[in-house]
């Protein structure tokens, strides 16, 4: 399954949201040091009842948009 995500770094509250087809996930974590990508990670992986190893980032390590596959 592929997810279109829009990242809001050092945001002041986490949230996820559906955005049309994306989701828009906001997180506290700086996206310095991969820190922001991990916590995006988690949060996908219990929205959709998977471990967070199931969860892998596509494209857009370094960008607010990402397309994010998790494997069965």
Known sequence: MFIKVFVTPSARKESVEEKGDALAIAVREPATG??????VRELVALRFGQSIGKVRIMTGHHSRAKMISISS
């Open 34 to 39: 991969n820190m922001a990508n991990d916590r």
